[in-house]
């Protein structure tokens, strides 16, 4: 059974910067393929990133695409999430997710392990 937990939220105003991490026990992350996903007051979670077991290969969301940046450290089992030019509709809640295999996925159907999340807060 993996353990998730995640850091580093808070509130910033637009165009800050903000670098969650999330911390896994239980199983060591270099066998886990990795993601975030977020979920905004009154709406769906919804795919944020994800990254491969060696960090190689990454996916974002085309709204975050070219703003965050999804990077793991195996040795320290964390998986971070990089928010630059943050904007007011990237208030969520972050979650952290894991699973098994190499396939990339986008549905939190498809994740067996989550983290309890973090506020993010971007005031305007």
């Known amino acids: 059974q993996v353990q998730l937990a995640e850091s580093g939220g808070g509130l910033v105003q637009a165009g800050g910067s903000l670098n969650l991490s999330c911390e896994a026990s239980?199983?060591?992350?270099?066998?886990?393929?990795m993601a975030w996903f977020r979920q905004a007051p009154g709406k769906e979670r919804v795919f944020v990133a994800s990254?491969?077991?060696?960090?190689?290969?990454?996916h974002y969301a085309d709204s975050v695409k070219g703003r965050f940046l999804v990077a793991r450290d195996n040795d320290k089992n964390t998986v971070y999430l990089q928010m630059n030019r943050l904007k007011p509709e990237d208030t969520a809640v972050y979650y952290c997710?894991?699973?098994?295999?190499?396939?990339?996925?986008?549905?939190?159907?498809?994740?067996?392990?989550w983290g309890q999340g973090t506020q993010v807060t971007v005031s305007s």
């Open positions: 997710a894991a699973k098994s295999g190499v396939m990339p996925a986008t549905a939190e159907s498809q994740y067996t392990s």
């Open positions: 239980g199983r060591t992350t270099n066998k886990l393929f």
């Open positions: 990254s491969s077991q060696s960090g190689v290969n990454t």
